[in-house]
């Protein structure tokens, strides 16, 4: 296997546990509601980047690429994976309001934003999905995409704690403060 290889298994693997966390934790909001956030263009970056494009060579989806919808159909996108990343960090105001305090307002955001973490600064300045030609694959670094991919899983792993006990811990808040800097009014 080679290393971009692994890259998109990994990648994938964890961008499909990242959407299943989310989803499972907006669905209660996003089902009842009637505005729709995501909109067709965004989609379009799925198709346009070299690197997201090789992630639905690996994962084809049911259903075609459509102009005018995207990946939206009537009962949402059906991209299990290989979603632009402002897919996962995009949070509405209604559920960010919701939280019952900052501290799990900044859990929320964090794992927002674990997708994005993973493909920041692979090739120097540029994001994974900002590559733009198959042949800037080559400036990937490898390395730094795996201690951005154990930075997430890290804080991935914090994340799971919180929403399964509730406790923060500050080896918890150092984990997701590799993603998202912790606010100053978070204390613990």
Not at 13 to 38: D, G, H, Q, W
Request: overall charge positive.
């Amino acid at each position: 296997m080679s290393e971009l290889d692994s890259i998109i298994a990994s990648y994938s693997s964890f961008e499909i546990r990242v959407r299943k966390m989310l989803t499972a934790f907006c669905n209660p909001y996003c089902r009842v509601c009637t505005n729709l956030c995501c909109k067709p263009y965004f989609c379009k970056e799925s198709i346009s980047t070299p690197f997201l494009s090789l992630i639905l060579k690996e994962f084809p989806p049911p259903v075609p690429y459509n102009e005018s919808s995207g990946w939206l159909t009537e009962t949402g996108c059906v991209l299990s994976v290989g979603r632009p990343p402002i897919c996962y960090e995009f949070i509405c105001d209604r559920i960010a309001d919701e939280q019952p305090d900052l501290l799990h307002e900044y859990v929320l955001k964090v794992l927002s934003r674990l997708v994005s973490h993973l493909g920041k600064n692979a090739a120097g300045k540029c994001h994974l999905v900002e590559i733009v030609s198959s042949d800037e694959f080559s400036r990937i670094s490898y390395s730094r995409f795996r201690k951005r991919l154990f930075e997430a899983e890290n804080a991935f792993s914090a994340i799971l704690s919180f929403f399964g006990n509730g406790k923060a811990t500050n080896e918890m808040i150092s984990a997701l403060a590799k993603i998202v800097p912790k606010p100053k009014t978070i204390v613990l």
